[in-house]
Nanobody, 121 residues
Framework: QVQLVESGGGLVQPGGSLRLSCAATGSIFVINRMGWYRQAPGNQRELVAV???????NYVDSVKGRFTISRDSAKNTVYLQMDSLKPEDTAVYYC???????????????WGQGTQVTVSS
């Protein structure tokens, strides 16, 4: 089993910054990719950013140039640096990892518990 623990959410004014962290513990052989999703009230969960094991990144158009995903492989941790925040960024943010727990096991997705980000004056 793999556990993901998120931190870093909170209340910030428009134009401000926050940094989310997500650390994985448990049985991990390899992490294929890490990502962040978000879900605002009444909306579907959407992919915000993803980073692969090779370091490639991808972002939803609405956050390009403002958000940066990065990772610390030694710590099995992924980060989401969020700058120039807007009220429409308000949502619960979830991290997700695609993990193989053992050499020949099938990869599966794990999710964090979610952290609230509120952008408001």
């Amino acid at each position: 089993q793999v556990q993901l623990v998120e931190s870093g959410g909170g209340l910030v004014q428009p134009g401000g910054s926050l940094r989310l962290s997500c650390a994985a513990t448990g049985s991990i052989f390899v992490i294929n990719r890490m990502g962040w999703y978000r879900q605002a009230p009444g909306n579907q969960r959407e992919l915000v950013a993803v980073i692969t094991s090779g370091g490639s990144t991808n972002y939803v158009d609405s956050v390009k140039g403002r958000f940066t995903i990065s990772r610390d492989s030694a710590k099995n941790t992924v980060y989401l640096q969020m700058d120039s925040l807007k009220p429409e960024d308000t949502a619960v943010y979830y991290c997700t990892y695609n993990v193989r727990e053992r050499r020949f096991s099938t990869a599966r997705d794990y999710w964090g518990q979610g952290t609230q980000v509120t952008v408001s004056s």
